[in-house]
């Protein structure tokens, strides 16, 4: 049996594999990536944890403490040309608040230490909601996460792509 590579990376802009925080500073519509490296393997991918951290109480209205998004957040996984294979949110719903998340995660935390900033965490874990991801490095696969707003105003914004490359495995 081969050795299973795990995976803990975080998505990063599509230009640039060295910025992890997802801030983008106007709403140009700009994308984050993860796309598996090990050359000739699968990626399976179990889960996505997602991370806020802004300077005041979330609501669950807003997204961080106090951004109001207008076009959203919209997760899928796409082909090598940049056509989506399938979506991982709704596209006709993209995720514009704090709320959201928990509607596709479940496993959602708010912790608001008293003083410094507040955070908030998703778990999405992908077997729980059908399969795991898998994702063909070869083919050029890969998992984006498309921002069409400002996130400026956050502290910081972070998703952690999380599994095993496997080699050979399921399509």
Same mark, same amino acid.
């Given at each position: =049996? ?19 925080? %997802? ?5 140009? &519509? ?6 598996? +490296? ?9 889960? /996505? ?6 300077? @005041?109480?979330?609501? @669950?209205? &807003? ?15 796409? #082909?090598?040309?940049?056509? =989506? ?7 006709? /719903?993209?995720?514009? !608040? #704090?709320? $959201?998340?928990? @509607? ?10 008293? @003083?410094? #900033? #507040? =955070? ?7 077997? !729980?909601?059908?399969?795991? %991801?898998?994702? $063909? $490095? ?7 996460? &498309?921002?069409?707003? +400002? ?8 998703? /952690? ?11």
């Amino acid at each position: =049996m081969p050795e299973s590579k795990l995976i803990s990376e975080f998505l990063y802009l599509s230009t640039s594999q060295s910025v992890h925080s %997802i801030l983008p500073a106007n709403a140009t &519509t700009i994308s984050y990536i993860w796309k598996p +490296t090990v050359t000739g393997s699968k990626a399976e991918i179990t889960r /996505l944890i997602g991370y806020i951290e802004d300077n @005041a109480n979330f609501s @669950a209205e &807003t997204y961080g403490a106090a951004a109001a998004l207008t076009n959203g957040l919209t997760l899928a996984v796409y #082909n090598s040309d940049g056509t =989506m294979k399938y979506p991982l949110t709704d596209s006709h /719903l993209p995720v514009k !608040k #704090n709320a $959201q998340w928990g @509607a596709y995660c479940f496993d959602i935390a708010y912790e608001a230490f008293g @003083a410094g #900033n #507040n =955070m908030l965490t998703w778990r999405w874990t992908f077997a !729980k909601s059908g399969k795991p %991801i898998y994702l $063909q $490095q070869s083919r050029g696969d890969y998992i984006g996460l &498309t921002v069409a707003d +400002t996130l400026s105003s956050l502290v910081d914004h972070l998703m /952690l792509v999380q599994g095993h490359y496997i080699s050979p495995g399921p399509s």
